[in-house]
């Protein structure tokens, strides 16, 4: 399996905590590349900097303790996105700039199947259930966005989890088409929107790929994007995985101790601090 994932070095605990979601949710073992973008952007904010091969290191070791076939690889994209969607419409959204850095995918060498995440996920079973979805015939295959599809269009995607037809979708240009449109055109929502324009054929996935508001018994993966509450009045929160208490207290979710507490063992080391 091959997974990738794109941010600076604030995004770490997420991509560790979603890193051991991963192998300790497989049923068996199985290679697993973790591909990583990231990039170095002080220019447009000083707190855009990248992650780091130390921080790749922490990932593979704490992974490889459960799969041994895991390998994390760092890539440092920012030379390309300074050739590719330097000063572009959206920069400045309300996303940060490495959301689009998954718009890069085709100018690196990728295998022909290959899983996008945000870093804002956890798996809750074997993550084959999704990766080894047919996508032949289609350039990526994702899961109704929770809101959108009833506010904007019934097939509607959210774009923090893509299987991509690597292969068609170098065939198709989606990546050069979605960062020509980021190029010179403001987007309600950025690279996501970029990408839905210039699909030209997907593939829906049940909502239990990328569960974005509750856990059920088929749930694979949970998405912990911004969403709703009612109470005690209507609003917004972003409550992440790696905030633990706020998992335990808000969604009294109980189901990834076992990974929330190595995620803080291992925070909590000499290793980490640095």
């Not at 998954?102 to 100018?107: G, Y």
């Not at 207290?249 to 640095?274: M, R």
Request: charged share 25%; with cysteine.
């Amino acid at each position: 399996m091959d997974i990738l994932f794109c941010g600076n070095d604030k995004v770490f605990d997420g991509v560790l905590t979603a890193g051991l979601s991963i192998v300790r949710r497989m049923e068996k073992p199985r290679p697993l590349n973790i591909h990583i973008f990231t990039m170095e952007l002080t220019r447009v904010s000083p707190d855009y900097l990248p992650m780091t091969e130390e921080h790749a290191r922490i990932i593979q070791q704490a992974l490889c303790r459960h799969n041994s076939q895991t390998q994390v690889i760092l890539y440092d994209v920012t030379e390309n996105y300074e050739k590719h969607l330097r000063g572009n419409a959206n920069e400045g959204c309300y996303c940060s700039p490495y959301t689009l850095l998954r718009l890069l995918a085709d100018l690196y060498p990728m295998p022909d199947k290959l899983l996008y995440l945000d870093a804002d996920v956890m798996a809750c079973k074997d993550i084959g259930l999704l990766f080894d979805q047919d996508v032949s015939g289609v350039e990526y295959a994702a899961a109704r966005d929770h809101y959108g599809h009833f506010l904007i269009s019934p097939n509607y995607i959210n774009a923090g989890v893509l299987l991509f037809n690597m292969q068609k979708c170098r065939e198709t240009g989606i990546f050069e088409k979605a960062r020509q449109l980021i190029r010179v055109k403001k987007l309600t929502f950025a690279d996501q929107s970029a990408l839905i324009r210039s699909t030209t054929k997907k593939k829906m996935l049940r909502h239990w790929f990328n569960d974005q508001k509750f856990l059920y018994k088929r749930t694979v993966i949970r998405h912990f994007s911004k969403r709703l509450f009612y109470l005690p009045y209507p609003h917004t929160e972003n409550i992440k995985q790696w905030h633990v208490d706020k998992v335990h207290k808000k969604f009294g979710y109980t189901c990834f101790d076992d990974i929330l507490e190595e995620y803080q063992s291992i925070k909590n080391t000499e290793v980490y601090a640095k």
